[in-house]
């Protein structure tokens, strides 16, 4: 998933946050921060939610779709 990790380290880098802060804001773990910025991944279906929020007011386009889990 290449879309999920660059729109999360643009996101990082629009806000001024390093990993730990992101994963605080968004309720996940520094591990899984990481996981995303490496290798993509599948974010949880709360997970989505608050990426999709946080992209929305930092103005940044995500087309996520959900994935039905």
Do not use: C
């Amino acid at each position: 998933m290449e879309q999920l990790r660059e729109k999360v380290k643009e996101l990082r880098r629009k806000r001024g946050w390093a990993q730990e802060d992101m994963a605080r804001e968004i309720g996940v773990s520094l591990s899984t921060v990481q996981r995303w910025e490496r290798q993509g991944g599948k974010p949880t279906r709360l997970a989505r939610r608050e990426l999709s929020r946080l992209f929305k007011e930092a103005g940044i386009e995500w087309n996520e779709t959900p994935r039905g889990d």
